[in-house]
């Protein structure tokens, strides 16, 4: 009896799994699960040339993803150059979140001189399936976005400012001070770590299903599962 459940959980999560998503801003074509480790963008090679792009506003923007693993270090670069030169800017400090779930940064800046100008938004995420990359086409615009619906923390996460050597080999300059030594009041977990009532073991599997996040509960439940299958 045990078996073909374990079997059916395996499959379903083998073909639903989608390591991470972006919810905001929209990327560049359809999801791939499968070329999500192809740098720079999952498997897509985007020109500035010929591509639509999404506003992203310099006084302020969101930037807001989905993540099916237990832990994620974030890096949001970008580059204004054709891609091939890989010559990415980060533009934000890099976030370790722990906990499966929604992150939503809402507070990505841009100097003015930004304004009219395109680039390719890389938003990388590394974990347990290694780097994977997703691309949002943008062109610069004034003001200060009202956050998307989209932009929202799951209630199990948390998420604080870390180090991360192999995401800041990713880029060649930064438009963020100095990230190593972050000790500002900025850091971007201090609202969440004060919080004393979120349970950090039991909560995620409750928060998918609460949330009808089955793809991130079936994932949770396969590593689980085959964390457990090396351990015995
Ligand atoms: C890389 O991008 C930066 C910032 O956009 C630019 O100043 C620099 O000239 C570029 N470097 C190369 C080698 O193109
Ligand atoms: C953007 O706003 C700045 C300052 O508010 C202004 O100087 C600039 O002309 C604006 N740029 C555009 C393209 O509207
Ligand atoms: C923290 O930042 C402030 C202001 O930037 C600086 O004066 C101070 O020396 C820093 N403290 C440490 C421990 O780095
Ligand atoms: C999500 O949490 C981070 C870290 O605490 C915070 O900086 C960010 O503003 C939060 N996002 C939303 C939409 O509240
Ligand atoms: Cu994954």
Redesign the pocket.
């Known amino acids: 009896m045990l078996r073909p459940v374990l079997t059916s959980v395996l499959l379903l999560s083998a073909s639903i799994h989608a390591h991470f998503t972006v919810q905001y801003p929209s990327t560049v074509g359809a999801f791939k699960d499968d070329d999500e480790g192809d740098s720079p963008c999952g498997g897509y090679s985007p020109s500035l040339d010929n591509i639509d792009t999404v506003d992203f506003h ?1 006084g302020g923007d969101a930037i807001a993803t989905k993540s099916t693993h237990p832990q994620t270090n974030w890096l949001y670069r970008i580059t204004t150059d054709d891609i091939s030169k890989n010559n990415w800017t980060q533009v934000y400090g890099i976030v370790q979140q722990s906990g499966p779930g929604d992150y939503c940064t809402k507070e990505v800046t841009f100097p ?1 001189e930004y ?2 100008q395109k680039a390719i938004l890389s938003i990388v995420g590394s974990g347990v399936d290694g780097v994977l990359y997703q691309c949002s086409a943008v062109r610069f ?3 200060t976005a009202d956050t998307p619906s989209a932009c929202v923390n799951g209630s199990s996460i948390t998420a604080s400012y870390t180090d991360d050597t192999t995401l800041s080999t990713l880029v060649s300059s930064s438009l963020v001070g100095d990230v190593s030594s972050s000790n500002s009041s900025e850091t971007p977990a201090s609202g969440t770590t004060s919080t004393p009532s979120e349970t950090p073991n039991a909560a995620p599997s409750l928060r998918a299903l609460a949330t009808g996040g089955l793809g991130a509960l079936l994932t949770t439940g396969a590593m689980m599962l085959a964390g457990f299958a090396f351990m015995i």
């Open positions: 310099v003015s304004v009219g615009v004034n003001g």
